[in-house]
């Protein structure tokens, strides 16, 4: 890699991180970290507004910014590859903006690098999930988002139903369905929801705040640990 081309890397790493260590540039750039150190120093020295030091990290100061890029013929069909999987899949407003945005990539790219893009076969069928539920998943994940609790109407695999009362700290992709995972109130413990089985969802608005043992890293400790 040509060493400009290294330091605009550089830039784009620390630009999109909030704390960035020498060590991860190093590995990310494939150098050693005596070459990050004077990367980033020429960097300074040449007015970027990388603020930070050795041992600590960096991070770009607020309000910096960089032409618009230029991405590749391979990255463009990456980034359409991308797009056409995850779009069937996501939930209406991420469907929406993930369509808008790569609009926005594909209208800025040279001629050829846009058709390659655009012609790529490779395609995903929209099978599922259906409107109803990924209208209920936008619902979730903005709840995720907002540290909302949620209330739920939910129907179990044997038919049963029950009320509860979460708190949901993200939601999951398994290939075929999408699944809320959540600290459920009731159960006093972590517990999964199929979305296509939730029969009504209500956010009351009322925010709750991380606790020990029942945040995301929590629940990443107990899958991990069965």
Do not use: N
């Not at 050829?112 to 490779?122: D, G, N, Y």
């Not at 029950?162 to 009731?186: I, Y």
């Amino acid at each position: 890699m040509r060493r400009a081309d290294r330091l605009f890397q550089l830039v784009q790493l620390v630009r999109g991180r909030r704390l960035t260590t020498a060590e991860w540039l190093a590995t990310r750039l494939e150098v050693s970290l005596r070459t990050v150190y004077r990367d980033v120093a020429d960097l300074q020295h040449q007015g970027v507004p990388i603020e930070g030091e050795a041992g600590v990290g960096y991070r770009m100061r607020a309000g910096f910014d960089l032409p618009p890029l230029m991405f590749t013929t391979g990255q463009a069909k990456a980034l359409v590859a991308c797009v056409r999987l995850a779009q069937p899949r996501l939930d209406t407003g991420l469907s929406r903006d993930a369509d808008d945005a790569l609009a926005k990539i594909l209208a800025v790219l040279p001629a050829a690098a846009r058709a390659a893009a655009e012609s790529l076969t490779v395609y995903a069928p929209d099978l599922h999930p259906d409107v109803p539920t990924r209208e209920r998943l936008r619902v979730l994940r903005e709840a995720t988002e907002a540290r909302q609790v949620v209330q739920l109407g939910y129907q179990s695999l044997d038919g049963a139903h029950t009320q509860r009362r979460v708190r949901p700290p993200g939601v999951f992709f398994w290939d075929a369905v999408w699944t809320l995972a959540a600290w459920c109130e009731w159960r006093d413990g972590f517990r999964h929801f199929r979305v296509d089985r939730i029969r009504a969802l209500h956010t009351p608005g009322e925010r709750f705040r991380d606790e020990p043992g029942k945040t995301l890293a929590d629940l990443f400790r107990s899958v991990l640990g069965r």
